[in-house]
């Protein structure tokens, strides 16, 4: 069975330098399927906040932590 996950984030960067700002993504089996501008709240969708960067078609979740570091988590 196939799963759709849909994100939205601050900032969504492409590998190919495509930067969207308040953007959603929608994945499935953990790969970009669809993405577009967040015009308002949708159902079913996690707000990460922060940044999603957009990685041969994987999407991974940024965070930075007070001490400068950060983590990339994939989604």
């Known amino acids: 069975m196939d799963f759709l996950r849909r994100v939205a984030a601050n900032v969504v960067f492409f590998s190919?330098?495509?930067?969207?700002?308040?953007?959603v993504v929608e994945l499935c089996n953990s790969r970009v399927v669809n993405h577009y501008p967040l015009r308002g709240e949708i159902a079913m969708t996690e707000w990460l906040g922060g940044t999603i960067v957009i990685e041969n078609g994987k999407a991974y979740h940024l965070t930075s932590h007070a001490d400068g570091t950060q983590h990339k988590q994939q989604l």
């Open 16 to 23: 190919d330098d495509r930067r969207y700002i308040n953007h």
